[in-house]
């Protein structure tokens, strides 16, 4: 019986990933397979969940995973106080950014787009807590409209004076005619660990963080 148990990203993360973990000698022989929720690596040793991002840091702080694959923006919404975030994998790259109608400039505040009509401007994400924490560090006050999918719609039907999401190459809000207002982080695959699973299993944690660190 595996040892350790990596949870995986399901989506882009775990497409990015696969390079890596061939590397390492963790791709299953049959592939990545996001249907299959538990699967065995080719190391005996370690076994792989397959899972919602969202997930994953819960799993991970709980120790039903000794440690995980997922995106800093998980971490951010998360809160990651309670497991360790030893690496930067350096892959799944991409930016979580205010965005607005292009008819707002860059730089604008969002209270620009509501202070006529007397009431906070609201801001469609997925992220509220990310979304919450930036506004209120600028002494900001906004009103958060939570989405799961399709935020560059919100704008365009008068749902959101703005949103927040994750952007690549920004082709996706040109296209629906927005344009990014701000830039709240730099988002990329972080590794996760259970700090219980690094005290108790600590030369196997840290013989993995040897191999996932190495070029």
């Known amino acids: 019986m595996a040892n350790l148990t990596l949870a995986l990203s399901k989506g882009r ?22 249907r299959l929720l538990r699967l065995p ?21 709980h120790g039903a995973a000794d440690f995980g694959i997922v995106g800093k923006d998980v971490l951010m919404e998360h809160g ?3 497991l360790y975030e030893p690496l930067d994998l350096g892959f799944g790259k991409c930016r979580l950014v205010v965005a607005a109608p292009a008819r707002r400039k860059k730089g604008d505040s969002p209270h620009f787009s509501s202070k006529n009509r007397g009431q906070s401007p609201r801001v469609a994400t997925k992220y509220p807590g990310i979304t919450r924490q930036h506004f209120a560090a600028k002494g900001e006050q906004v009103e958060i409209i939570k989405l799961y999918g399709s935020m560059e719609l919100a704008p365009l039907v008068g749902l959101a004076d703005f949103i927040v999401d994750l952007v690549d190459t920004g082709n996706t809000l040109r296209a629906n005619g927005l344009v990014e207002v701000e830039t709240i982080a730099p988002i990329s695959a972080r590794l996760v660990v259970n700090k219980a699973a690094m005290k108790m299993k600590h030369a196997q944690i840290r013989r993995w963080l040897e191999r996932f660190r190495a070029p």
């Open 80 to 82: 990651g106080e309670a």
């Open 41 to 61: 690596s080719r190391d005996p040793d370690v076994q792989l969940l397959i899972i919602r991002p969202a997930d994953v840091p819960t799993y991970v702080e």
């Open 13 to 34: 993360i775990l497409e990015d990933s696969a390079p890596l973990l061939a590397r390492l000698g963790l791709a299953p022989e049959d592939g990545l397979d996001d």
